[in-house]
């Protein structure tokens, strides 16, 4: 059984950053970070697999950075230059096999 536990959310300024944790419990393998603001369609962000392997969206390529320690079983997600258009509820998602677990979301609001 996973269970995924996030912290770092919060408001900022455009042009701020904000960094993202999420801790688990058990095995895991492939973590992602997912967003979803209102009236937009949910967007993978950033996606590490276990060898350290990312991936970005076009929008966050460049200004997001997502890392992993997995000694601690842990995994971050540092945002810079942010801009309106960041804002959204973050979930932290990670595979175990054939399943996907999240976690409870994390609101990001970007604002002057």
């Known amino acids: 059984q996973v269970q995924l536990v996030e912290s770092g959310g919060g408001l900022v300024q455009p042009g701020g950053s904000l960094r993202l944790s999420c801790a688990a419990s058990?095995?895991?393998?492939?973590m992602g970070w997912w967003r979803q603001a209102p009236g937009k369609q949910r967007e993978l962000a950033a996606v590490i697999t276990s060898g350290g392997s990312t991936n970005y969206a076009d929008s966050a390529k460049g200004r997001f950075t997502i890392s992993r320690d997995n000694a601690k079983n842990t995994m971050f997600l540092q945002m810079n230059s942010l801009k309106p258009e960041d804002t959204a509820v973050y979930y932290c998602?990670?595979?175990?096999?054939?399943?996907?677990?999240w976690g409870q979301g994390t609101q990001v609001t970007v604002s002057s």
């Open positions: 058990g095995s895991i393998s492939t």
């Open positions: 998602t990670a595979t175990q096999g054939l399943m996907i677990y």
